[in-house]
């Protein structure tokens, strides 16, 4: 917990010279942390399950328990953050993922190996769900746009660096490194985060835990059912699971009726600028997880790449992020959402595009021009949306603007996943490029989405509200 001696903040006012790199160096280290940890397994499921004799099926596990556990820990966590202060929150989101990874790496079970897992996804959500709403404290308004841009590098980072990481380390070492890796650098973010993060307002009242029960139960449950969908479950088990997260659902919504601060945050929903964003946000990285999850797919069964390669070349897409952080920084402080995002998700349907027409032969620079691109549009897109998702929240609602964010991002992801499932499942020929295909018309729905706010109420000077 940060020292009493520190000052409370206000939303807006921001850190200043040395402090304010300390602080955004501690949230940017502790965002790559738990997205490397979800990421980082993906490449190494083959041989985890060699080892721990499972099968390949069941071995997708080991992703799964970290990303449900994720998702239906945002929200609540975010409310916890507002309740205990964000610094705290994140540093026990540290503790939480330092310790997990231990246990990751002595696990000699499937079992062992998810439950550890599914803390780390804990652990991830209460980093997540308010790294934007510390970046909101920590710098000036004026300068935001700065701060969000360097977290969707950050994000970048993890979930496209993550394969790559695993690549390197799997070359000469065996599979429990993954995660015996993340204790000295959990151990220095959470040291650096004790010392750095700024104290910021707590709000008074007690956890909603029935609130957060529902939650849990809503998104798992819908996520379980799309899961289902995608893997040919049978039709009583994908009823069932529907039925019990529609219900979890609107009685969740129903007992946040009135309330001040709910936890779902339904007040929010009601600006135009904040729903906008939300659908937005998630019909991209539906987009970005059919090209993320598919490509690999298309690298080592139709242009026969060996699995040691692959995970390099899909490393221009964090590059291209990268590459534009520095100007799009700054143009998300000036320039409305709606054209900045627009032009992004356009840049990205073009790169998804151009991936599906590669002709049958091509050489590495054909294929890491086109995910350039297109990382390149998705850095042109990302900080500006959270920006506007940040910035029209109300006062005292920064941590559930940041739960959000992170719910338009891993529910889009989630359902990405679950159409690149269906494809490989319904379609017998090329299914790995009809994915790329369909990753690009997403794409462009997501342009014509963020384009159609540009004809709604004219932004305000401080919000760009479009």
Same mark, same amino acid.
């Given at each position: 917990?940060?020292?009493?001696?520190?000052?409370?903040?206000?939303?807006?006012?921001?850190?200043?010279?040395?402090?304010?790199?300390?602080?955004?160096?501690?949230? #940017?280290?502790?965002?790559?942390?738990?997205?490397?940890?979800?990421?980082?397994?993906?490449?190494?499921?083959?041989?985890? $399950? =060699?080892?721990?004799?499972?099968? !390949?099926?069941?071995?997708?596990?080991?992703?799964? $328990?970290?990303?449900?556990?994720?998702?239906?820990?945002?929200? &609540?966590?975010?409310?916890?953050?507002?309740?205990?202060?964000?610094?705290?929150?994140?540093?026990?989101?540290?503790?939480?993922?330092?310790?997990?990874?231990?246990?990751?790496?002595?696990?000699?079970?499937?079992?062992?190996?998810?439950?550890?897992? #599914?803390?780390?996804?804990?652990?991830? #959500?209460?980093?997540?769900?308010?790294?934007?709403?510390?970046?909101?404290?920590?710098?000036?308004?004026?300068?935001?746009?700065?701060? +969000?841009?360097?977290? %969707?590098?950050?994000?970048?980072?993890?979930?496209?660096? %993550? !394969?790559?990481? $695993?690549?390197?380390?799997?070359? *000469?070492?065996?599979? &429990?490194?993954?995660?015996?890796?993340? +204790?000295?650098?959990?151990?220095? $973010?959470?040291?650096?985060?004790?010392?750095?993060?700024?104290?910021?307002?707590?709000?008074?009242?007690? *956890?909603?835990?029935?609130?957060?029960?529902?939650?849990?139960?809503? *998104?798992?449950?819908?996520?379980?059912?799309?899961?289902?969908?995608?893997?040919?479950? =049978?039709?009583? @088990?994908?009823?069932?699971?529907?039925?019990?997260?529609?219900?979890?659902?609107?009685?969740?919504?129903?007992?946040?009726?009135? @309330?001040?601060?709910?936890?779902?945050?339904?007040?929010?929903?009601?600006?135009?600028?904040?729903?906008?964003?939300?659908?937005?946000?998630?019909?991209?990285?539906?987009?970005?997880?059919?090209?993320?999850?598919?490509?690999?797919?298309?690298?080592?069964?139709?242009?026969?790449? /060996?699995?040691?390669?692959?995970?390099?070349?899909?490393? &221009?897409?964090?590059?291209?992020?990268?590459?534009?952080?520095?100007?799009?920084?700054?143009?998300?402080?000036?320039?409305?959402?709606?054209?900045?995002?627009?032009? =992004?998700?356009?840049?990205?349907?073009? =790169?998804?595009?151009?991936?599906?027409?590669? !002709?049958?032969? /091509?050489?590495?620079?054909?294929?890491?021009?086109?995910?350039?691109?297109? %990382?390149?549009?998705?850095?042109?897109?990302? &900080?500006?949306?959270?920006?506007?998702?940040?910035?029209?929240? !109300?006062?005292?609602?920064?941590?559930?603007?940041?739960?959000?964010?992170?719910? #338009?991002? @891993?529910?889009? @992801?989630?359902?990405?996943?679950?159409?690149?499932?269906?494809? *490989? %499942?319904?379609?017998?020929?090329?299914?790995?490029?009809?994915?790329?295909?369909?990753?690009?018309?997403?794409?462009?729905?997501?342009?014509?989405?963020?384009?159609?706010?540009?004809?709604?109420?004219?932004?305000?000077?401080?919000?760009?509200?479009?």
């Amino acid at each position: 917990m940060p020292p009493p001696s520190k000052p409370v903040l206000t939303e807006g006012e921001g850190l200043h010279g040395a402090a304010r790199v300390r602080a955004v160096t501690a949230v #940017a280290l502790s965002v790559l942390l738990a997205l490397l940890d979800y990421a980082i397994a993906n490449v190494a499921l083959p041989t985890i $399950a =060699g080892d721990l004799h499972v099968s !390949p099926a069941s071995a997708v596990w080991i992703v799964n $328990a970290y990303q449900l556990a994720s998702v239906v820990s945002l929200l &609540p966590m975010a409310a916890l953050g507002t309740r205990i202060g964000f610094a705290r929150l994140c540093q026990i989101g540290l503790a939480l993922l330092t310790v997990a990874s231990l246990f990751c790496a002595l696990s000699h079970s499937l079992l062992a190996l998810a439950l550890a897992r #599914a803390v780390q996804g804990v652990g991830g #959500a209460c980093i997540m769900s308010v790294s934007i709403a510390l970046i909101r404290f920590i710098y000036p308004h004026a300068i935001l746009g700065r701060g +969000i841009a360097l977290n %969707g590098v950050m994000v970048a980072l993890g979930v496209g660096g %993550g !394969p790559t990481v $695993a690549s390197i380390i799997l070359s *000469f070492a065996s599979w &429990p490194w993954l995660f015996l890796i993340n +204790i000295p650098l959990g151990a220095t $973010a959470l040291v650096l985060a004790l010392v750095s993060l700024p104290r910021t307002p707590v709000s008074p009242g007690s *956890f909603d835990g029935a609130s957060a029960l529902l939650n849990v139960l809503a *998104f798992g449950a819908l996520i379980m059912a799309g899961d289902s969908i995608a893997h040919h479950a =049978g039709a009583v @088990q994908v009823t069932a699971l529907a039925i019990t997260g529609l219900a979890a659902g609107w009685l969740l919504v129903r007992r946040q009726h009135g @309330q001040t601060h709910p936890m779902f945050p339904i007040d929010m929903l009601r600006i135009r600028a904040f729903r906008n964003g939300t659908l937005v946000g998630f019909v991209a990285f539906v987009a970005s997880n059919l090209f993320m999850i598919s490509f690999p797919f298309t690298l080592q069964s139709m242009f026969h790449y /060996p699995p040691s390669i692959v995970g390099l070349l899909m490393t &221009p897409w964090p590059v291209g992020i990268m590459a534009v952080a520095p100007l799009i920084s700054r143009l998300s402080d000036r320039v409305p959402a709606a054209i900045l995002s627009s032009v =992004g998700l356009g840049m990205t349907s073009l =790169g998804f595009l151009a991936l599906y027409l590669l !002709p049958a032969a /091509p050489a590495w620079f054909d294929i890491a021009w086109r995910i350039a691109l297109g %990382g390149m549009g998705f850095g042109v897109f990302q &900080p500006p949306n959270n920006r506007i998702m940040m910035v029209t929240a !109300p006062p005292g609602r920064s941590g559930s603007a940041s739960g959000m964010v992170q719910i #338009a991002r @891993q529910c889009g @992801q989630a359902t990405g996943a679950m159409f690149v499932a269906m494809a *490989f %499942g319904l379609i017998t020929h090329d299914a790995e490029r009809s994915c790329l295909g369909f990753g690009a018309i997403v794409a462009f729905i997501g342009m014509l989405c963020s384009a159609a706010r540009l004809l709604g109420p004219r932004p305000t000077a401080r919000t760009h509200a479009t």
